[in-house]
Structures are given as C-alpha cells and as structure tokens.
C-alpha cells in the first residue's frame, strides 16, 4: 500500500508564509501526478494546486501569484510554498497522488494550516 505523509503546517499570521510537504512511502509506485487539496470546516474539499508529468501545473485561481507547487526528481514528493497568506486559505491541506496504469488515487491524513488575521 502507499502512504503520503504530510507535514509543515502550523498558525500563520496574515501575509506569513509557510511550506507543505509530502512524501509518498510504501508500495513502489510510479505517480502521473500529485497535487494539493484544501478543506475549510462546512465547505467542499477544493483543489489547490497539482503537478503532473512533464511538469504540467494547475492552480486554483485563489492561490495564483501567491502559492507554488513543485516536486522532487523521483516524483515521490511534493511541496507546497504558499506566500502572503489569507485567513481564507484557512483549512486542512490534503496531498493526493495519482499512479500511473490503474489510475489509482492516494490522499494523505491532512495537515491544518490556520491564518489568524
């Protein structure tokens, strides 16, 4: 089985900065993509940011100019630098990693990120 393992959250002040990681362990598997997702308390889970294979990058239009998603070279972990943050941007932060082949999905626990105006 795949673990992802999230990491690097914390209370943040408005406009602080901070860095999410997450790394995928267990079964070897080859991912097509990995991505951030995002859950504030009584709304839908969101997406934040992914990254795919030959370096395609979405952003949520929230987060454009202010968050930036890059990987490692073995595509076994992925970060998150978010900048100028917002108590909108409050939530837990979930990894998802998506295999190649079957297409299966993998999330991790989540991590909270809390911006305190």
């Known amino acids: 089985q795949v673990q992802l393992t999230e990491s690097g959250g914390g209370l943040v002040q408005t406009g602080g900065s901070l860095r999410l990681s997450c790394a995928a362990s267990g079964r070897r598997n080859t991912f097509i993509s990995m991505g951030w997702y995002r859950q504030a308390p009584g709304k839908p889970r969101e997406l934040v940011a992914t990254?795919?294979?030959?370096?395609?990058?979405n952003y949520a239009d929230s987060v454009k100019g202010r968050f930036h998603i890059s990987r490692d070279k073995t595509f076994n972990t992925v970060y998150l630098q978010m900048s100028d943050l917002k108590p909108e941007d409050t939530a837990i932060y979930y990894c998802k990693a998506q295999s190649a082949g079957w297409r299966t999905e993998f999330w991790g626990q989540g991590t909270q990120v809390t911006v305190s105006s």
């Open positions: 990254i795919a294979v030959g370096a395609n990058i």
